[in-house]
């Protein structure tokens, strides 16, 4: 037993994923199984998911996620499934006869009920059985961040309280004048410099060609970066919130346009994420092009072009879109 653990250690050392939920909490259950079993303990080392989650990301729990949805019910055994290739022929070059597995008590329901779980392990002839395949593994369900999770850049904070903006509040007017004030300046940079050019009788030179060329796509890159998201926002009702709007310390973010219980529209800063069902990594929104012809998609962070899905804002959910499976 001992061995086996060792052999699932080293696999995750030789292709760590730290960013991966799944990856901490094995590792969490990992070390514990190993310690135990050094000192000749053969119990399972249990976790319920409250104490994981505590282990894990502190900061989540301090936050009052659920750790129920935290760690979703197949979490584990997709990550793990989706490495048991490589496991195999690890154990199978250690010369032992079992492959690693994760175990847990099974839910019957109900809210106080704590799902527990532990590594055990199981035969390698009959390790085929216990894999996911089908239709269930083609869907993904979607979070978003509470509102306020998502930090703007600090010179938002001012408008986007808690990263939240009221359209109709002088705030959301006020962000309204910034942009708008924004692009009439942008046009304006790019008119007068191209009208400087049309007022010169001689030939032009190369260097007002280069300077001029210079403007139009410095002038096309600040519109893309910082002008165009508020625009295309009103009709997608999501987009990739551009990276200087953020904070430093976020990676990748959405802006959202939505209405409250009284049809007044919001906007705010969110992250939408879920997990991915074929190999356990973080799905987060990217943009569809150029495989995909739609403006957004949840993309893995362990493989972004092979683990696509769609990404239906209403519902919440996505379905498998990415290059055909094979059957
Ligand atoms: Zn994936």
Request: hydrophobic residues 40%; proline residues 6%; contains cysteine.
């Amino acid at each position: 037993m001992l061995e086996v653990m060792r052999c699932l250690d080293e696999e995750l050392r030789k292709s760590p994923a730290p960013d991966v939920k799944a990856y901490k909490v094995i590792r969490v259950l990992l070390e514990a199984s190993i310690n135990a079993l050094e000192k000749g303990n053969q119990d399972p080392q249990t976790f319920d998911r409250a104490t994981l989650l505590e282990i894990c990301d502190p900061k989540v729990r301090a936050a009052g996620r659920d750790p129920a949805r935290w760690l979703p019910t197949t979490t584990l055994e997709t990550f793990l499934d989706a490495r048991m290739n490589s496991i195999r022929r690890r154990a199978e070059q250690m010369g032992l006869k079992h492959l690693p597995v994760i175990a847990s008590s099974e839910a019957k329901g109900g809210a106080g009920n704590q799902r527990i779980y532990w590594l055990t392990t199981q035969p390698i002839e009959n390790s085929d059985g216990g894999s996911l395949t089908g239709q269930a593994f083609r869907q993904i369900i979607y979070t978003r961040t509470e509102n306020g999770e998502v930090k703007p850049a600090l010179f938002l904070r001012l408008i986007f309280r808690e990263g939240v903006l009221e359209n109709r509040s002088w705030r959301g007017v006020m962000m309204l004048l910034t942009v708008l004030l924004g692009m009439g300046f942008l046009s304006l940079w790019v008119f007068a410099s191209l009208w400087s050019l049309s007022t010169i009788d001689q030939a032009l030179t190369l260097r007002q060609l280069v300077i001029s060329v210079l403007v139009v796509f410095l002038a096309w890159y600040i519109w893309r970066g910082v002008h165009q998201p508020w625009v295309e926002l009103i009709d997608n009702r999501v987009v990739k919130a551009p990276a200087p709007l953020l904070s430093f310390k976020e990676d990748s973010a959405e802006l959202e346009m939505y209405r409250d219980d009284d049809k007044r529209p919001w906007t705010r800063f969110v992250r939408f994420s879920s997990d991915c069902p074929f190999c356990g990594g973080r799905i987060l929104l990217a943009e569809g092009r150029p495989d995909h012809p739609v403006p957004l998609v949840g993309r893995c962070g362990e493989s972004p072009h092979a683990h696509v899905f769609s990404f239906d804002r209403a519902r919440l959910s996505g379905v498998y879109i990415g290059p055909r499976l094979q059957a």
